[in-house]
């Protein structure tokens, strides 16, 4: 089959015509998810559509409103590889926190997207130095360590706030435990859409209160979804419950509590603006806006370098965005990280605990890298303990080979002192996909790599052995 490119020009469309056979015609709507991703590739065959939308890389989640519409959202998955065919965008691209009203009754859709995926300098050949350096830089900013929150306008709902999975009227746990429906992914039978029930839209509001006043706040920008980030250093959501620890947990480049305004999008025209004429845009309206980088007239593989190991480095933190525009690319975002954002990920660090090497790499860790290596070096042993046991009593009680994460989701559902986060990553274990080592790697990540967290989980694993077992 041959593969079409998704570009600016008909993402919209092709997202539009993909929902809409979503319900009307799931064979069409195959047709184009194949047409338009490296799904004509694979040897694998789907047996339904949802089943074809997993294979392809994408995440599909469907809120059921009622009254016939339905909001669709699309969100490349953590396993997705397939960008690009040849030099052009594939439809994985413009799914990052992407969402789509269609009305059933009236047959009317609305696309909403927020940013694509791009990427880090020289992470693939388009966002090499050489490509990159052919077009002209035309602004940079502060790259935030937050959580994307997209606020955008449909005629037939209204306003909606959303992280890239969760609309404010949802909750993580009611996706995690959503029916899946063959066509339509996870299935989530929403009954009030004007209450803010997402933890992190809610604690974006205590943040940020004008955000709850979207109809004023925001009145004569329904053509825009506007794309700010939560930065919330000292909080962190376990399946969906808030904790807040102290400072000395907080992410390395991020201190102060914050809702930054970064950008919008004209739905209009599918244009992402400029930050600078986005800005102009919520100027009189009392939002924080994310800090612009003057990078003076150098030349884009110099202020690489400033980034990494200059002066730039210091001011910065993590990193900076950088947009650039030419004559056929209408704009193209990369991701400048330091070199401290780089060496020695937080990943790595729990490998090397595992491996019993963390002691070959501690001299030359950041005081705060070396601080959290220490710490969850003392925990990952009674992790890795608790964790094997909770596994077996799975495995022994409620796992059979060949089952579903699905299947096995029904089968702990409603079980006392259930630890739901990393129970996908268990059935991969279980399966034979991933080694136990990348099982605690996984649910450790799940965990933001926070020492307290860890401990937590810790003990609700513990918890639920000696209930279970009663010792």
């Not at 790259?143 to 993580?172: C, N, Q, S």
């Not at 994460?405 to 702990?412: A, G, P």
């Not at 991969?428 to 099982?439: A, M, Q, V, W």
């Amino acid at each position: 089959m041959h593969i079409s490119p998704v570009t600016h020009r008909n993402c919209v469309r092709v997202l539009s015509d993909l929902v809409t056979l979503l319900f009307t015609n799931p064979n069409a709507a195959l047709d184009i998810l194949t047409r338009h991703t490296s799904l004509a590739f694979k040897q694998e065959i789907s047996s339904t559509l949802a089943d074809a939308f997993e294979l392809a890389g994408i995440d599909l989640t469907t809120y059921d409103l009622g009254n016939g519409k339905y909001l669709v959202n699309l969100d490349y998955s953590k396993s997705c590889r397939s960008w690009f065919i040849g030099r052009d965008p594939l439809l994985t691209v413009w799914c990052r926190g992407t969402y789509v009203l269609y009305d059933s009754k009236k047959g009317n859709v609305e696309v909403r997207l927020a940013f694509e995926k791009f990427f880090n300098v020289n992470e693939n050949e388009e966002w090499s130095i050489d490509k990159l350096t052919e077009l002209n830089m035309v602004e940079s900013t502060r790259k935030a360590d937050g959580t994307l929150l997209e606020v955008m306008y449909f005629d037939e709902l209204g306003w909606v706030l959303a992280t890239r999975k969760i609309p404010h009227f949802a909750t993580p746990q009611e996706v995690g435990q959503a029916k899946e429906d063959p066509n339509l992914g996870r299935v989530v039978k929403i009954e009030d859409t004007k209450k803010i029930r997402a933890p992190h839209v809610k604690r974006a509001v205590e943040i940020e209160p004008k955000l709850a006043n979207s109809d004023k706040v925001f009145r004569g920008l329904e053509n825009y979804v506007l794309m700010f980030e939560i930065v919330d250093p000292y909080t962190q959501f376990i399946d969906g419950e808030r904790v807040t620890f102290g400072s000395e947990y907080a992410p390395q480049f991020e201190k102060e509590t914050a809702v930054y305004f970064l950008t919008a999008r004209n739905m209009d025209s599918n244009y992402l603006l400029r930050y600078s004429e986005a800005h102009a845009l919520l100027a009189d309206r009392g939002f924080k806006t994310i800090e612009f980088i003057d990078l003076g007239n150098r030349k884009f593989d110099e202020i690489v370098r400033d980034v990494k190991f200059g002066e730039l480095k210091k001011k910065v933190g993590e990193g900076i965005v950088v947009r650039f525009e030419g004559i056929e690319v209408p704009y193209r975002l990369v991701k400048v990280k330091t070199l401290l954002a780089f060496a020695h990920k937080k990943e790595h660090i729990v490998y090397y605990i595992l491996q019993g090497t963390i002691d070959d790499v501690l001299p030359d860790l950041s005081p705060s890298m070396r601080k959290l290596a220490e710490e969850l070096r003392e925990i990952i042993p009674e992790l890795k303990y608790w964790l094997q046991r909770y596994v077996r009593w799975i495995q022994f009680n409620k796992y059979r080979p060949g089952m579903t994460f699905e299947e096995l989701r029904k089968q702990m559902r409603g079980i006392r002192y259930m630890v739901g986060t990393g129970l996908d990553d268990i059935h991969r274990y279980l399966s034979g996909k991933i080694s136990f080592d990348e099982l605690i790697v996984s649910i450790i990540r799940k965990l933001s790599y926070n020492p307290q967290l860890v401990k937590e989980y810790v003990k609700r694993l513990e918890q639920f052995i000696k209930h279970h077992e009663g010792s």
